[in-house]
């Protein structure tokens, strides 16, 4: 199973970019989804997450009120929109999704066995 992530790219500050991610050989609709990031010597951390059977969001909150992740079972992708974007929103991100996370765990990248190869987003100032 790979996940594919694409949508980063340079902005600005306030600018704004929509993520997508989407697994070959698996589907996302029973999954817990989320999406993490790594910036320059920073360890991956939480950005965002999707609950599996329901519409439960969960963010960061750094990103709250700016990033908002979805998914589209018909398509079977999960986006991140970001709005609002400063220089300290740059990083790599990295998509994940299980299906045996709990709700408790969900913000640690220990509870996700699916990694994407991550897509590189950069804020200017």
């Known amino acids: 199973v790979q996940l594919q992530a694409s949508g980063g790219g340079l902005v600005q500050t306030g600018g704004s970019l929509t993520l997508s991610c989407a697994p070959s050989?698996?589907?996302?609709?029973?999954?817990?989804v989320a999406w993490f990031r790594q910036g320059p010597g920073k360890e991956r951390e939480f950005v965002a997450a999707?609950?599996?059977?329901?519409?439960?969001?969960h963010y960061a909150d750094s990103v709250k009120g700016r990033f908002t992740i979805s998914r589209d079972n018909a398509k079977n992708t999960v986006f991140l929109r970001m709005t609002d974007l400063t220089p300290e929103d740059t990083a790599v991100y990295y998509c994940?999704?299980?299906?045996?996370?709990?709700?408790?765990?969900?913000?640690?990248?220990?509870?996700?066995?699916?990694w994407g190869q991550g897509t590189q987003v950069t804020v200017s100032s």
């Open positions: 050989g698996r589907s996302f609709s029973r999954d817990t």
């Open positions: 994940a999704a299980s299906g045996r996370v709990i709700l408790s765990a969900l913000r640690s990248r220990d509870a996700y066995g699916y």
């Open positions: 999707m609950f599996r059977g329901s519409s439960s969001t």
